[in-house]
């Protein structure tokens, strides 16, 4: 359940564990999407609450999501929402569900759409390493 981390840690752990692809299957996705789904509830409530109780939180948050939707509202508006699905749903460093719930959130994604996305996202993912560590298990 450690954002940034998740999957790309949790499934060698798994096999190295003896589980078997189901179990990991079940117990990664569900301790990826915990916090990711936990995190983007708060997100925008938390930067409320931070925004009335301190006036330097405003123009932080007014900076953040500006200079990130100047920089990368290109590659948003080309895929639109997908953008999460496929950000999540490719395994590499700084990729996954708490990534994509922080880009969901920047760029305002519906909550359930964000959701859907970042868990379908999540299981294509673990179906990857799923594949790709179980045939290297194999192989050595």
């Known amino acids: 359940m450690t954002p940034f981390v998740e ?3 949790a499934i060698p ?3 190295k564990l003896g589980l078997s692809s189901i ?3 079940i ?4 301790g990826t999407l915990i916090p ?9 409530p938390l930067s409320k609450y931070l925004i009335k109780k ?8 007014k900076y953040l999501f500006d200079k990130t939707r100047k920089q990368h509202s290109h590659k948003f508006n080309r895929y639109g929402a997908l953008f999460i699905l496929f950000f999540v749903a490719i395994p590499l460093p700084g990729s996954g569900a708490s990534a994509g719930a922080l880009i969901a959130f920047i760029f305002g ?15 294509i993912s673990a179906l990857i390493l799923i594949a790709g560590t179980s045939s290297i298990f194999t192989f050595f």
């Open 36 to 44: 990711a789904i936990t995190g983007l509830a708060v997100a925008e």
């Open 54 to 61: 301190f006036k330097i939180m405003e123009s932080f948050f």
């Open 23 to 25: 179990t990991i299957l």
């Open 27 to 30: 117990f990664a996705t569900s």
């Open 7 to 9: 999957l790309k840690f």
């Open 13 to 15: 752990f798994g096999f």
């Open 109 to 123: 994604v519906e909550f359930w759409q964000a959701i859907f996305l970042i868990t379908a996202g999540t299981i």
